[in-house]
């Protein structure tokens, strides 16, 4: 339905998201002119700031109307979409274990039975936006695969308005780059190119860092010689990584040799499906069928529900807050 800007108030500020604020928000309904409050239709407002002419945010609001056609379990739910105060303001269904790159920085790295229920999902949901909207993700990276209590996995922020990809610096990459080698050349690309930032993607939360300039062997014993929730400072994890900037990193996509992950930690199935996505030729590199019969695949997509997940992402944040010592500023944290 068309959601006004007075249907929302917003309760706090959930924290920076990189394209902006990102509030939580509770939608209330008048009834019998009482307000009331709906605490479960929480729902985390992302505000796009935009300065474009009123008919280009008008065409966008319009584009991203399909989303209310967008049902996967797969995908972020969407709670409706408007413009105001010079943004473009889209309301999702709240996820309360946050984005992977999140999870990422409170663990050492991912374990590789939770990294294929992610492959699992992430495949299915791009399936599902190629098969139901003819549309492929454009921006696949950790911070835009979303996670809840309950072990869901969703995808977000994926490429539904031509108008606002046109309209924000797509381009725009900030300080890493997940784009495949082909989309960094201004060359054509599709979903192949997913594909690559799928792959891109596994690596960095399976070592527990962005994996370009790939991590010398010396590197990899490093970071594997403490376990997933090691008390050794991150830093010394990583030995000499010198972080590039990011022209030199693009130049490094580009030209060097792709990374891949050592077998000595990781199974067989899950270094071959790695390799096959990090292939610098779209013509090598495995598309969304291929991959969806691979061993690694099929060795978590039986597995139907996610309990696995919940205990794991329970385990993360309980850990985290005996960390922080009990103050209550963690991601389930009500308002
Ligand atoms: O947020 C975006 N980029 O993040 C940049 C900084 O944070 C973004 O870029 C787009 C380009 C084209 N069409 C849409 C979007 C879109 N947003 C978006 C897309 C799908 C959903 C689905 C409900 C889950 C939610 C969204 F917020
Ligand atoms: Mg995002």
């Given at each position: 339905?068309?959601?006004?800007?007075?249907?929302?108030?917003?309760?706090?500020?959930?924290?920076?998201?990189?394209?902006?604020?990102?509030?939580?928000?509770?939608?209330?309904?008048?009834?019998?002119?009482?307000?009331?409050?709906?605490?479960?239709?929480?729902?985390?407002?992302?505000?796009?700031?935009?300065?474009?002419?009123?008919?280009?945010?008008?065409?966008?609001?319009?584009?991203?109307?399909?989303?209310?056609?967008?049902?996967?379990?797969?995908?972020?739910?969407?709670?409706?979409?408007?413009?105001?105060?010079?943004?473009?303001?889209?309301?999702?269904?709240?996820?309360?274990?946050?984005?992977?790159?999140?999870?990422?920085?409170?663990?050492?790295?991912?374990?590789?039975?939770?990294?294929?229920?992610?492959?699992?999902?992430?495949?299915?949901?791009?399936?599902?936006?190629?098969?139901?909207?003819?549309?492929?993700?454009?921006?696949?990276?950790?911070?835009?695969?979303?996670?809840?209590?309950?072990?869901?996995?969703?995808?977000?922020?994926?490429?539904?308005?031509?108008?606002?990809?046109?309209?924000?610096?797509?381009?725009?990459?900030?300080?890493?780059?997940?784009?495949?080698?082909?989309?960094?050349?201004?060359?054509?690309?599709?979903i192949m190119s997913d594909i690559w930032s799928l792959g891109l993607s596994l690596v960095e939360m399976a070592l527990g860092r962005y994996p370009i300039p790939p991590p010398s062997i010396e590197d990899i014993d490093r970071l594997f010689d403490v376990d997933p929730y090691g008390n050794q400072s991150r830093l010394q994890g990583y030995g000499c990584y010198n972080v590039l900037a990011i022209f030199e990193l693009m130049e490094w996509i580009v030209n060097e040799a792709p990374p891949s992950l050592p077998q000595k930690h990781f199974s067989p199935e899950f270094c071959d499906l790695i390799d096959r996505c990090l292939k610098k030729s779209t013509t090598e590199r495995a598309d969304l069928n291929t991959l969806l019969h691979h061993p690694f695949y099929k060795r978590y997509e039986t597995e139907s529900d996610n309990q696995d997940v919940s205990l794991w992402i329970e385990q993360v944040y309980k850990k985290d807050q005996s960390l922080t010592n009990g103050n209550n500023n963690n991601q389930y944290s009500r308002c």
């Open positions: 339905g068309e959601l006004k800007h007075d249907d929302l108030v917003n309760i706090c500020e959930l924290g920076q998201g990189n394209g902006g604020i990102v509030w939580k928000y509770c939608t209330f309904t008048n009834i019998d002119d009482q307000c009331q409050w709906f605490w479960n239709s929480l729902s985390p407002k992302k505000g796009i700031y935009l300065e474009v002419k009123p008919a280009v945010k008008t065409q966008i609001v319009r584009e991203l109307k399909v989303l209310d056609r967008c049902n996967s379990p797969y995908i972020v739910g969407f709670y409706g979409t408007f413009a105001a105060e010079g943004q473009i303001n889209i309301c999702t269904e709240y996820m309360d274990g946050g984005s992977l790159d999140l999870i990422l920085k409170k663990v050492m790295r991912i374990p590789e039975h939770i990294l294929g229920k992610i492959t699992v999902a992430v495949l299915r949901g791009l399936n599902y936006l190629r098969e139901h909207h003819r549309i492929m993700h454009r921006d696949i990276k950790p911070s835009n695969i979303l996670v809840n209590h309950h072990g869901e996995i969703k995808l977000c922020d994926f490429g539904v308005s031509a108008q606002l990809i046109n309209s924000t610096l797509q381009t725009f990459i900030g300080t890493r780059s997940y784009m495949s080698p082909e989309r960094l050349e201004g060359a054509h690309y599709g």
